[in-house]
């Protein structure tokens, strides 16, 4: 790889970039521009875009369809919308501009961090993390050339084509990722830095008649991050100003050529790779400001909604079109549109008459099958195809929006499939996962142990309310009567698996700002010297989108004050990717098992363990997709004695306190799903926690007294 320092060392008299398999023009800073970009108006050697010479009357390269991808790092859509709306993007104004979303799917396979390479990633392949493999912003990081081939290599795939290839980017780390796919990009260039470097060298790609031209510029970003005011000075501003201005040089470089040939038909398509928070940084989590991106076009493209429109402040924003459109779209429109059983795109060509949207996937009750679903707009009158790792499996009438696919395998374990939904013009597939446990016979471990009676001290089935505690020894009530968000849900299950659950809704606060449920024992197994261990387990349903688990996260339950996992008590918390953590503290010192992961939506068993006489605290996490999950960590005798915490009973979806949510009001309100509360005044052992995941059914079942 061939890198430069500064655009000026070695470039003189505005001479081309050597066109290796990565040609370097780089720049530092200068003029109160954060260092690494130079100004747009700063040409990086000789004229910028050509400004000086004269058009071209006769076009290098050959005629016919030609897409020019331009992504800008940290251009926020809002950011954009204003700049147009005051005129401050002249060029950019025939561009439809619409709001869209990136990231993947919060508490699923395709969630992944809301940073640059993996925004990079997603835009040259069309797919998410899971297919794309980049996952943070370092120099070791490659796509995987095998799972998800660049638009490029997918563009020289089309017979007879002989379609040209360049990318033109400012930032370092972005050549490194197609690293694992040599020779798809004919002209890459690394601007090292120098946005004025990206649209000249764009520029020429564009006059040599590069049929596939991907651009890259970084100094929005760089505002953003470094400058005092973030994403709302002037600096930031100004930049949106100028890398515009620079944007609408490549657009006039394209009007000279269509000018010249009228059968040169280019799409233009503008973007970038995630957005900011309020403060104009890049944090990565899963927040609505951070997955808000937009999608630009010179061309009226069906299935992009939302033009003109400002972008949604919550989840309805996942309805628009997405990042990973962008790829089959560009594809589609230079003729290259993969056959059903080879398409992988985790989005769709947003030419379609037909708009695929929402395409999730669940496991089923029985653990034995995987429940799609999806959404149809526009022209529906086709039929659904559905195929399994390329093989159709299903084809349901027109308009159908659900498919159960049932899962064969040879015995229990984790399997990953690759679905397609093909509906009319419009493809879209997605990874998903089960944690498959074989049907008849029964395996041992698909029935509930009957040792799980042994030491049942409360039981809540929490199919009806109020909730009555099956062995007499608890209340289960909301921590204030004026603030009841307790509501008896059906649980998302299909006959004859369906039944009822607890839905506790912390949006529903008194005046105080109290809110959730509270679970107080008669003999408190935190605290009783003859209980030497306990387990606390129960079945939990996050919303579709683990919402309460950004900022400070949400409480699951709680007996402390969780605003620092210091303080005395035990606490089961949510956490940003749909994360669990399990915690204790004495108001000293803490003890902490992290890293379990929810499928957003979906049933999972949680359990604590915690054996006081080995100090030892496990945590459990027996999830649908991800399988079981088992960690744990020393505790000392310090914290053991602190279990108890405030004294004042067990929050759910609350602390101690009833009043998390009031104290950390960055976290957000809303409702988690309960069923079959139990704790038990032993440690269960994993076995006997499995076959509560396994069988799916009720402790009811070995009727307890």
Known sequence: ?????????????????????????????????????????????????????????VNQGKSGPKALVVEVDGLTHAALSDAIAQKRAPALQSLRLAPAWTGGANGTLSEQRLTNAPGWATLLTGTWVQRHGVRWDTADQRID????????????????????????????LYPWLLGNEPGSVDTAVDCTGSD??????????????????????????????TG????????????????SAAIGQLLAHIAQRTANDAKEDWLVILTTGHGLDAFGAATGVQSIDNKTIFIASNKALASLPGTGAAAPADTTLLQLAAATDIAPTVLRHLGVSPAAADYRFNGQALQAATSLRGLSAKTGADKGSIELSWTLTGATTALVQV???????????????????????????????????????????????????????????????????????????LDALPGIDAKNASTLGPWAADANGGTVVDDGFKAPYKAKALRVDSTLKNASGKAGYRLLQSTDVTTAPAVTAFTIGFWLRTDNTCSQGVSNGGTVIGNKNYTTGKNAGLAIGLFDSCEIRFNVGTGDERADSNGYSLSAGQWAYVAMVIDKAALTMKGYVMDPVRGIQANGSAITSALVGKLGGL?????????????????ESTSPRGAMDFNEFAIWNRALTSDELASIFKSGQPLSTLNPP
């Open 1 to 57: 790889m061939i890198r430069g320092t500064t655009a000026r060392g070695g470039l003189a008299g505005g001479s081309l970039c050597a066109v290796l398999l990565l040609a370097a023009c780089g720049g530092g800073g200068g003029n109160g521009t954060p260092t690494g970009f130079l100004p747009i108006g700063t040409p990086a050697s000789g004229n910028v875009g050509g400004g000086g010479s004269t058009a071209p009357t």
């Open 145 to 172: 050339a095998k799972l998800a081939p660049s638009i490029f290599a997918m563009a020289k795939q089309k017979p007879g084509a002989d379609y040209k290839t360049a990318s033109v980017t400012a930032n370092a």
């Open 196 to 225: 004025s470097c990206v649209t000249e060298r764009t520029a020429q790609r564009i006059d040599a008649g590069d049929d596939l031209v991907v651009a890259q510029y970084g100094a929005p970003g760089a505002v953003a991050t």
């Open 228 to 243: 005092v005011s973030g994403a709302s000075g002037a600096a930031y501003q100004q930049a949106v100003t100028d890398t």
């Open 387 to 461: 195929l399994r790792d390329g093989k159709p499996v299903a084809t349901l009438p027109a308009a159908s929006t659900t498919y159960t696919d049932p899962i064969v395998a040879a015995s229990s374990g984790i399997y990953t499939y690759q679905y397609t939904v093909v509906a009319g013009e419009a493809s879209v597939a997605l990874t998903a996962q089960i944690a498959y446990v074989k049907p008849l016979p029964p395996e041992p471990s698909a029935t509930l142990a009957p040792t799980l009676l042994n030491g049942l001290v409360n039981y809540y089935p």
């Open 647 to 663: 004294g004042a009973g067990m929050g759910l979806n609350e602390d101690g306190t009833g009043l998390y949510y009031q104290r």
